[in-house]
């Protein structure tokens, strides 16, 4: 195989044992665990596709070039004021 540092028994039995770790580790949750971080794991699960923005999202980001553009720029704290009353239960 040519390349004499690489051994891939090696390489396959290792990830062999990870996924069998990792189906193991999930399988043995209890079903709140599991309610608690299914939404986390589906978002580890995909992240290699590339995540598409809402139209919700669009308007935000055009919003925000369009006062950027015309010189009308939102500070951080007012940005954060702003977030704190539409969404009282996020924690800042």
Known sequence: MGNSNFDENKVIMD???????????????????????????????QHNKPYQLTEEENLAIDQALDLDENGRMVTKSQVVADAKVKYPNLKF
């Open 15 to 45: 990830i062999t044992q990870k996924r069998s770790d990792l189906v193991n580790r999930i399988a043995a949750l209890d079903d709140l665990q599991i309610e608690k971080i299914y939404n986390d794991m589906i978002a580890i699960l």
